[in-house]
């Protein structure tokens, strides 16, 4: 993305999840990192000062992740919409059944927008049969090159080292595909 769209990077300033980030200088198209606000104790997030980038007349194109507590991607989404701009959701997508209040707090983020990056063909899948449009689906695995990972895990085999090192054998009850 980097090298080859030419993109201008705008990063939210808080993970919730213990990864390492990458260095943002490395990006050729780095612009800033954002604030993420909680609103009122709830999980809803707002990223402040990234609205009015909708408004820019170079900006054509978005990509936001697919999660919808995020606020500010409904109302980027929702004047992308009224601008004919493009809005890209690169997500998991959806892996199982959504509640009422689940559908009706994720839905309307979604089919505001013009494509899903995916990160696998369960997704993919699972949303053709819920009723989204195949041609809105793109699977990118995640960044991962899918088939030498998939070569990797047919060639993985069962051991006990995991029970006898650490003296655990939750890895025995669970299935591994």
């Known amino acids: 993305m980097n ?17 390492k980030l990458l260095n943002y200088s490395e990006l050729e ?19 402040k000062r990234v609205v009015g980038l909708v408004f ?15 606020l500010s991607n409904w109302v980027i989404a929702f004047f ?16 199982g059944e959504l509640s009422w209040k689940g559908k009706l707090l994720t839905y309307p983020l979604y089919h505001m927008s013009n ?3 995916l ?15 195949t041609n809105k689906m793109i699977c990118i695995y995640n960044s991962l090159d899918y088939d030498v990972q998939l070569a990797v895990r047919r060639t993985l085999k069962k051991t006990s080292i995991y029970k006898n ?11 591994c595909t």
């Open 3 to 19: 090298k080859e769209l030419g993109c201008d990077f705008y990063f939210g300033d808080k993970v919730e999840f213990p990864i």
């Open 80 to 95: 992308a919409l009224l601008l004919n701009k493009k809005v890209y959701l690169w997500m998991h997508g959806l892996k």
């Open 29 to 47: 198209g780095f612009k800033k990192e954002v604030e993420n606000k909680k609103i009122f104790n709830t999980f809803f997030t707002w990223q």
């Open 165 to 175: 090192y650490f003296n655990n054998n939750i890895i025995e009850k669970t299935k």
């Open 115 to 117: 494509k899903f990056l």
């Open 56 to 70: 820019k007349k170079e900006y054509k194109y978005f990509i936001l992740t697919g999660d919808s507590s995020i």
């Open 119 to 133: 990160y696998s063909d369960y997704s993919k899948n699972f949303m053709e049969k819920q009723g989204f449009p």
